[in-house]
C-alpha cells in the first residue's frame, strides 16, 4: 500500500494563534492530497484538495483564508489553520487518493491530528 | 451524484456473536465499494473493496462483505465479533475508475460487548 504520514498527532493552541499540520507520502510520490475534517461522532467532510506545485481546490464552504494549504514537493503536504478559534477544534485527516502509491483504487490516510484551540 | 448511506448509527453485539454493519450505495456508473475502520483517534484503515469479481470478498481482521447489485448494498459481516473489533466503520464508494474523490457514509460504531 502507501504510508501516508500526518504530523502532529495532537496539538492544543492558544486562540488566535496558527497551526501547521503535515501530511508526507513516505513511499510514493504525491501530486495530489486530499485534507478532511471529521466533527465528533460524524463522517468526514472533505476541505480541500491540495496539488503539488498548484493551487488547492476548495470544497464549498471552506474558508479558503482560514486554512491554508500548501502542497510544495511530491511528498509533502501541509494543512495551516490561521488564527485558529475554538470553533477550529476538530481531527483533521489527509489522505492520498486513489491512483497513487502502489494500488490504483483505494485511499490510503494518515493518522490524523487532533486540534484543540483553548 | 455519488451518496453512501449507514442507516445504523451503532450496532451491538456480543462477542463470538455474528455482526453485520449495514451500507447502501447510489452511483450512476460501476461502483468501486470500500469498508473503512476508525479507532479514537486514529486515521481510517482500509479493511476490504470490492472493484469487480466475487461478490463476497473478503479482507482484513476476517472481515468480509457481500456486493448486491440489484439491492444496491455492500454489508460489512464477520462471523464471530471480537471485543477487539470494537470501533468506527465507515462504507464508502468511489465511481469507478475515472473518479478519484471517495465519498463516505456517516459511519457505524460497532460495539462488543464480552
Known amino acids: 500500500g502507501a504510508v501516508v504520514s500526518q504530523h502532529p498527532s495532537w496539538v492544543i493552541c492558544k486562540s488566535g494563534t496558527s497551526v501547521k499540520i503535515e501530511c508526507r507520502s513516505l513511499?510514493?510520490?504525491?501530486?495530489?492530497m486530499f485534507w478532511y475534517r471529521q466533527f465528533p461522532k460524524q463522517s468526514l467532510m472533505l476541505m480541500a484538495t491540495s496539488n503539488e506545485g498548484s493551487k488547492a481546490t476548495y470544497e464549498q464552504g471552506v474558508e479558503k483564508d482560514k486554512f491554508l494549504i500548501n502542497h510544495a514537493s511530491l511528498t509533502l503536504s501541509t494543512l495551516t489553520v490561521t488564527s485558529a478559534h475554538p470553533e477550529d477544534s476538530s481531527f483533521y485527516i489527509c489522505s492520498a487518493p486513489p491512483g497513487q502509491g502502489a494500488s490504483g483504487t483505494e485511499a490510503f490516510f494518515g493518522q490524523g491530528t487532533r486540534l484543540t484551540v483553548v | 451524484a455519488q451518496s453512501v448511506a449507514q442507516p445504523e448509527d451503532q450496532v451491538n453485539v456480543a462477542e463470538g456473536n455474528p455482526l453485520t454493519v449495514k451500507c447502501t450505495y447510489s452511483v450512476s456508473g460501476n461502483p468501486y465499494l470500500f469498508w473503512y475502520v476508525q479507532y479514537p483517534n486514529r486515521g481510517l484503515q482500509f479493511l476490504l473493496k470490492y472493484i469487480t469479481g466475487d461478490n463476497l470478498v473478503k479482507g482484513s481482521y476476517g472481515f468480509e462483505a457481500e456486493f448486491n447489485k440489484s439491492q444496491t448494498s455492500f454489508h460489512l459481516k464477520k462471523p464471530s465479533a471480537l471485543v477487539s473489533d470494537s470501533a468506527l466503520y465507515f462504507c464508502a464508494v468511489r465511481e469507478g475508475s475515472s473518479a478519484s474523490k471517495i465519498i463516505f457514509g456517516s459511519g457505524t460504531r460497532l460495539s462488543i460487548r464480552p
Open positions: 513511499d510514493f510520490q504525491a501530486t495530489t
